[in-house]
């Protein structure tokens, strides 16, 4: 199993620019979790899906939209970048089995100009 | 709502020192609590977790216990290593039913960084 994986690893835009971010899991989980990561605030939910077909707003959802493409994937998309979204991001799975587990992914790091 | 609070780091110590993190949490009913790992460049990795009041979670030398009546999941180490180094999350879940099952509210991080 190769877990969590996401793509890119690395991305500069400048700011308007869009871009989607790729999540994949494969380990057959129902739920599906979108974070930023910045200095000093630990790890904030931007958009999480319960289950394909369902998602639903976190903490810091503005600026942001997701899509639940099918049980394994799940993306994340800046439609006009702004330097404020320069942040690591982190897709996380949870299996129905072990719901006090969150898998994470290694993480993308986003800048802005 | 709920919130995680942890110690300000970063912590520096050096090798075979005994390591305290202090997380204390606001949250209603009776939460989760977890400790994730993050080492330099990967994704975050369970460290331990505790289910109810006064279970103790460990893993790799690492302990926390859940005190309910000081809302407090202190995390410790007696001799840590060089190979400890990361930063270090506190975070809880809510046990309430529907979609909000899964989310987890973290602290800030902690960075520990251990010498030889």
């Not at chain 1, 799940?74 to 898998?103: D, H, K, M, N, W």
């Not at chain 2, 090798?15 to 993190?21: G, P």
């Amino acid at each position: 199993n190769a877990g969590v994986t996401q793509t890119p690893k690395f991305q500069v835009l400048k700011t308007g620019q869009s871009m989607t971010l790729q999540c994949a899991q494969d380990m057959n989980h129902n739920s599906m979790y979108w974070y930023r990561q910045d200095p000093g605030m630990g790890l904030r939910l931007i958009y999480y899906s319960a289950s394909e077909g369902t998602t639903d707003k976190g903490e810091v959802p503005n600026g942001y939209n997701v899509s639940r493409l099918n049980k394994r994937e799940f993306s994340l998309r800046l439609e006009s970048a702004a330097p404020s979204q320069t942040s690591v991001y982190f897709c996380a799975s949870i299996s129905p089995g072990r719901v006090y587990e969150q898998y994470f992914g290694p993480g993308t790091r986003l800048t802005v100009t | 709502g709920n919130s995680v609070t942890q110690m300000e780091g970063p912590v520096t110590l050096s090798e075979e020192a005994f390591l305290t993190i202090n997380c204390t949490y606001t949250a209603t009913g009776y939460p989760s609590l977890f400790w994730y790992v993050q080492y330099p460049g990967e994704g975050l990795q369970l460290l331990l977790k505790a289910t109810k009041a006064d279970d103790k979670g460990s893993n790799k030398g690492f302990e926390a216990t859940y005190r309910k009546e000081t809302t407090s999941f202190h995390l410790e180490k007696g001799s840590v290593q060089v190979s400890d180094s990361a930063v270090y999350f506190c975070a809880l879940r809510a046990n309430a039913g529907g979609t909000s099952y899964g989310k987890l509210t973290f602290g800030q991080g902690t960075i520990l960084t251990v010498h030889p």
